[in-house]
């Protein structure tokens, strides 16, 4: 019953969102009570505690999984780079700004729907670590009356993240290669993370291989002075990202919250050509969690323009149950291109190591 309930709140999840400013969703979501400076943060989370941590390679976890039927296979235990996860939101309908880092259903819903829809595209190339945080809930961020109160918000989130990749960086990391990723509320700590990075460990971003940053507008003015857009399968170095919108459909939803970047997962080029569906290598069905379904090939055709990613509309239903206002296929922004991303991180990670050694 607890799994049932949980699937049924990930489906509620992704449906409404997360970081993007719904007019509809602004009187239905519950909205902070209390001004951002009259509430006490929750405590930070220790990350030398393993409970604030929803996926580590050393530890079995629903990262591990791997679609049935095909030649994906988890090598955590032998790879040679880390990938360091940022979930997205999973703190739905409360009044409160931020989550505890260790809330049960939040974590639930990492544990049990991130985890082994998002977080276990990296496992063929690397070492997974995914810190909890304490994340901004829905509400909070549909605080447009209030941007000051949701950007310190957002900035807890962020110094977790922070504190989080320091420990990674002294703990775990080994001075080895490493992937930045993140979706939706994910990806916005992820730009940010770079950011700091730059600015404070500059020799450590000798080692990026690549930031996937999905799901969400990027701080381009900042990122592009120290790292370009990926515009082939094998460049490293940069940071991509994406925002999934059916065709014909409206991407006003995601471009009136800031800049976009499309990056073709069909291509990954940073440019306006159809790739036809052909070059679709696959999407992964939907629900599952004690285990991964074998993917559909060749399901969409996608196409960057204005900076956003238009696909043909799929052809399983599944995929078009939970869709946004706009037909804005937010909570897919990974699922449907899962077996893209798996092919082009092993090209990816392989050209870092061509260049380095």
């Not at 049932?4 to 007019?23: Q, R």
């Not at 994906?72 to 940022?86: G, M, S, T």
Request: glycine share 6%; hydrophobic share 40%.
């Amino acid at each position: 019953m607890k799994k049932v309930l949980i699937t049924l709140c990930l489906i509620i999840l992704i449906g409404v969102a997360v970081n993007i400013l719904l007019n509809s969703l602004y009187y239905i979501v519950p909205h902070p009570a209390d001004e951002f400076t009259e509430v006490e943060p929750p405590p930070a989370p220790d990350y030398s505690d393993g409970r604030f941590w929803a996926a580590l390679p050393e530890r079995e976890d629903l990262a591990d999984l791997v679609p049935k039927n095909t030649e994906a296979r988890d090598n955590q235990k032998d790879a040679e780079v880390d990938v360091f996860f940022i979930h997205p939101t999973t703190f739905l309908f409360t009044h409160n700004w931020n989550a505890t880092a260790d809330d049960e259903w939040a974590a639930d819903m990492v544990d049990n729907g991130i985890m082994p829809s998002m977080a276990s595209v990296f496992n063929g190339v690397g070492k997974i670590y995914a810190p909890r945080y304490r994340q901004s809930s829905i509400g909070a961020q549909l605080q447009s009356d209030k941007p000051e109160d949701m950007e310190q918000s957002l900035a807890i989130g962020t110094s977790d993240i922070i504190r989080a990749f320091e420990y990674f960086l002294k703990h775990q990391n080994n001075n080895r290669p490493f992937i930045i990723a993140g979706h939706s509320q994910g990806a916005t700590h992820g730009g940010e993370l770079l950011k700091y990075l730059f600015a404070e460990k500059p020799e450590t971003t000798e080692r990026l291989i690549a930031a996937y940053l999905l799901g969400n507008t990027v701080d381009r003015e900042n990122l592009d002075k120290h790292l370009h857009i990926c515009n082939s399968k094998t460049d490293t170095g940069c940071y991509l990202s994406w925002n999934t919108v059916l065709e014909g459909g409206d991407a006003g939803l995601v471009t009136k919250r800031g800049e976009t970047v499309c990056v073709n997962p069909l291509t990954w080029k940073h440019d306006e050509i159809l790739a036809e569906a052909s070059l679709h290598i696959g999407a992964l069905p939907m629900g599952g969690s004690a285990e991964l379904k074998e993917p559909y090939p060749q399901l969409i055709s996608a196409q960057c323009k204005d900076e956003i990613l238009w696909i043909s509309k799929p052809g399983r239903e599944e995929y078009n149950i939970v869709v946004l206002p706009g037909d804005m296929y937010h909570m897919h922004d990974v699922g449907l291109f899962y077996m893209d991303i798996r092919a082009n991180l092993k090209e990816r990670v392989q050209a870092y190591f061509d260049r380095h050694q």
